[in-house]
């Protein structure tokens, strides 16, 4: 069964700092992977998508994502971090499995916290 | 450019009162879902159409209705509310196409208490 991991509920940084937030996946196939940000009282939107490629995604707000074949994660990282990055964060891999529905299974989120 | 509109942005029910939850999107996108959004679960999949006319179960379709009569349109019925309800509800949308790489845009939710 396909699934996606988010190890952190909480990462917390200083502002100025380097961020990671840490995604795991299991897929059989090809992975088709995305980030959203979720803001206080507001839907998801969308960061940025691996499809194939280079390993390096570049998204919106200063985000990028690595994608690792081997250690199958998809980590979100932000050289600088901002006071306004604080968010709900949340990883989502194409369910496959089931054919033409363009369904996401999406891990359970991870909260950032960047303090001034 | 509106995107996914919900409506309405708050509601509160009464244990055994039926409401509908309305969401249009404006970007003529043939796939659309409800999911709800509950603490320490993450987003879980309702119910989903992949076209005008079309609707399927999701995850967790217990409890819920759906219709999609227009391509625009996406509504959700709660028959007869129970308190488990009680939760965070987002309507998406998405292209068609090679649906592979298309991310799903979402509205700003519903937030429904059941008391």
């Known amino acids: 069964a396909q699934s996606v991991a988010q190890p952190e509920d909480q990462v917390n940084v200083a502002e100025g700092n380097p961020l990671t937030v840490k995604c795991t996946y299991s897929?059989?196939?090809?992975?088709?992977l995305f980030w959203y940000v979720q803001y206080p009282n507001r839907g998801l939107q969308f960061l940025l998508k691996?499809?194939?490629?280079?390993?390096l995604v570049k998204g919106s707000y200063g985000f990028e994502a690595e994608f690792n074949k081997s250690q199958t994660s998809f980590h979100l990282k932000k050289p600088s971090a901002l006071v306004s990055d604080s968010a709900l964060y949340f990883c989502?891999?194409?369910?496959?499995?089931?054919?033409?529905?363009?369904?996401?299974?999406f891990g359970q989120g991870t909260t950032l916290q960047v303090k001034p | 450019n509106a995107g996914v509109t919900q409506t309405p942005k708050f509601r509160v029910l009464k244990t055994g009162q039926s409401m509908t939850l309305l969401c249009a999107q404006d970007?003529?996108?043939?796939?659309m879902y409800w999911y709800r959004q509950d603490p320490g679960m993450g987003l879980r999949l309702i119910h989903y159409?992949?076209?005008?006319?079309?609707?399927a179960k999701g995850e967790v379709p217990d409890g819920y209705n759906v219709s999609r009569l227009k391509k625009q349109n996406f509504l959700l019925g709660l028959e007869s509310a129970a308190p488990s309800q009680t939760s965070v509800y987002f309507c998406?949308?998405?292209?068609?196409?090679?649906?592979?790489?298309?991310?799903?845009?979402f509205g700003d939710g519903t937030r429904l208490s059941i008391l």
């Open positions: 989502a891999v194409r369910d496959l499995g089931s054919s033409n529905t363009g369904k996401l299974i």
């Open positions: 897929v059989s196939g090809n992975p088709y």
């Open positions: 691996y499809i194939t490629g280079d390993n």
């Open positions: 970007m003529n996108h043939e796939y």
């Open positions: 159409s992949v076209g005008e006319g079309t609707t």
């Open positions: 998406a949308s998405m292209a068609g196409g090679f649906i592979g790489n298309q991310p799903q845009h």
